[in-house]
């Protein structure tokens, strides 16, 4: 079975300030897929990123930065200099490549960036 | 603009009714998704469909059918709703293949008194 955990339930910040949303899975296969997603108020989900297990390159974009280490099982996600645009709810997912292609998402982390 | 459109944002309905709820995709997805989503217990898969009149079970199948006649369309079916299912419902898709990014719809808020 595979298991996505995202501990922190709600995190506060204040504008500008960095911070760091945890993801930790568990997957029994040697190949596999992570994603993060952005749900914001207005309730859609959007893609975010995507990385194989096989690519452990850190990856940024803008003000937003991954960090993926096998070795821990995680798969962090910085945001750096946060805004108010950024407050949302953000997933972490696991996509399997046994069987079909099923997709377990962790609970989620609640940002709220404050002005 | 691709989308994923779900054929209502708000709906009530009473304990014991059949309720629908249509998605439609326009990107020609072979995936298509049913989640529903609940404080604390993020999205929970309920059924899955890789292709017309396919399904599988996802995670929370029990209480829930749906039905895949056309590739674009995928519904969920409420055989006799109850008070439990209240929840926001997510509709899904995707190209097949796992590293594939799903696209949502804006979703349903499903109350059932």
């Known amino acids: 079975a595979q298991k996505v955990t995202q501990a922190q339930t709600e995190i506060s910040v204040v504008e500008k300030e960095d911070v760091t949303l945890d993801c930790v899975y568990e997957?029994?296969?040697?190949?596999?897929?992570l994603f993060w997603y952005k749900q914001p108020p207005s309730g859609e989900l959007v893609f975010l990123i995507r990385r194989n297990s096989f690519d452990e390159q850190n990856e940024i974009s803008g003000r937003y930065s991954w960090n993926f280490q096998k070795s821990t099982s995680s798969f962090n996600f910085t945001i750096t200099a946060s805004q108010v645009v950024d407050s949302a709810v953000y997933f972490c997912?696991?996509?399997?490549?046994?069987?079909?292609?099923?997709?377990?998402f962790g609970t989620g982390t609640k940002l709220q960036v404050i002005p | 603009d691709v989308k994923v459109t779900q054929s209502s944002r708000y709906l009530v309905k009473r304990t014991g009714e059949k309720v629908f709820l249509e998605c439609v995709q326009d990107?020609?997805?072979?995936?298509m998704f049913w989640y529903r989503q609940d404080p604390g217990l993020g999205l929970r898969l309920i059924y899955f469909?890789?292709?017309?009149?396919?399904?599988e079970k996802g995670d929370i199948p029990e209480g829930y059918s749906v039905s895949r006649e056309k590739k674009e369309r995928f519904s969920l079916i409420l055989e006799s709703a109850s008070t439990n299912q209240t929840s926001m419902y997510l509709c899904?898709?995707?190209?097949?293949?796992?590293?594939?990014?799903?696209?949502f719809g804006p979703g349903t808020r499903l109350t059932v008194l």
């Open positions: 899904a898709s995707s190209l097949r293949g796992e590293n594939n990014e799903q696209f």
């Open positions: 469909s890789y292709d017309v009149k396919m399904k």
């Open positions: 990107m020609d997805h072979e995936n």
């Open positions: 997912a696991l996509s399997s490549t046994r069987g079909y292609q099923k997709v377990t």
């Open positions: 997957t029994r296969d040697t190949t596999y897929y």
